[in-house]
């Protein structure tokens, strides 16, 4: 069993090790196949059945699961020649934001996003994912690179927010979200965001001003976390998970509100439980999304993610 498993989890994952331990087994016996195949449906419909009636506070949980793919485990599986660009050219590098070069399918791109930590070095390194200010500015090179070179620009947000410290603050925190945010507005490429997990306020949307949004099936966007809103609203971090439904931050609510385009299907379980599935089903969105914006002009594709954000805000029943 995984070294972390959400207690809802337990009945998929104990079904889920067994199967891989069949698959081993029935690599060397072929009759062992038909039980592997009856073991593997008995655990989708576990899956299915365990997945679907998950509260907004539980599909929350899943999004920040330590063991989900990153930025860094998406670039290995969808890219080839894969480069790393470091530093902001004014303070120093943010280990929270990657960005770089690579190949998307033959067609050279740049790549920004969070990157969160597998373990306590790890996360101290990249602080949980929240960026500094130079993570911001580091992006805007990144961003402005991709215009100057006409490259489309893949991000990938994951991320519990800006960091809110005093040392980001006296180095322009604030300034540096919106210079990304402007930066990202102006390009004249095409721009697809993906949320492959926790998309935190402002240091979220920093990274997805862009033509198509899509965001994983148990990813979370919101203005602010449940546990903050609960804490300003009533004082009670306790009430999080009554947060975490009236902020409509889940991927069907998204969608449903219109600040995604589409929320790509995660493997049985999540993510973090087949990263290679997880990777191939994005990569088939990924490509059709960018393949819808080819026809557009440089000129219109600007124009097309300025409609896009003046379009929110309209009132759903």
């Known amino acids: 069993m995984p070294p972390f498993v959400l207690p809802f989890e337990k009945p998929f994952v104990e079904l889920l090790t067994r199967v891989r331990e069949l698959r081993v087994l029935a690599a060397g016996d072929p009759k062992l196949l038909g039980e592997l195949a009856r073991l593997e449906e008995k655990t989708a419909q576990v899956a299915r059945d365990a997945y679907r009636e998950l509260s907004p506070m539980q599909k929350l949980q899943i999004a920040r699961h330590p063991e989900r793919p990153y930025t860094l485990d998406y670039a290995a599986r969808l890219l080839d020649d894969w480069v790393e660009l470091h530093g902001d050219r004014r303070f120093g590098d943010d280990a929270a934001v990657v960005a770089g070069l690579g ?148 991927a069907p609510d998204l969608l449903r509100l219109g600040i995604v385009d589409e929320v790509v299907a995660e493997p049985a379980g999540g993510a973090h439980h087949d990263h290679d599935e997880a990777a191939r089903r994005l990569d088939r969105a990924l490509s059709a999304a960018l393949a819808s914006l080819d026809s557009l002009s440089p000129a219109a594709l600007a124009d097309d993610r300025y409609r896009r954000f003046r379009a929110f805000g309209a009132l759903v029943a």
């Not at 399918?105 to 990157?115: A, E, I, L």
């Open 103 to 250: 190949r998307y399918h033959g067609r050279s791109v740049v790549v920004v996003g969070h990157q969160r930590g597998r373990d306590a070095d790890e996360n101290a390194r990249r602080n949980l994912g929240m960026p500094h200010p130079e993570g911001y500015r580091k992006a805007v090179r990144a961003f402005d690179l991709a215009d100057r070179m006409g490259l489309p620009i893949l991000t990938f947000v994951d991320t519990p927010g800006a960091f809110p410290g005093i040392a980001a603050e006296e180095r322009g925190q604030s300034e540096a979200i919106a210079g990304s945010l402007a930066a990202m507005s102006r390009v004249r490429v095409p721009v697809v965001a993906t949320i492959v997990g926790e998309g935190g306020s402002g240091g979220a949307l920093a990274f997805a001003v862009a033509n198509r949004v899509l965001v994983l099936e148990f990813g979370c966007y919101t203005v602010i976390s449940p546990e903050g809103c609960a804490a300003i609203l009533w004082r009670d971090a306790a009430r999080a998970p009554e947060a975490a439904e009236r902020l409509k931050m889940t």
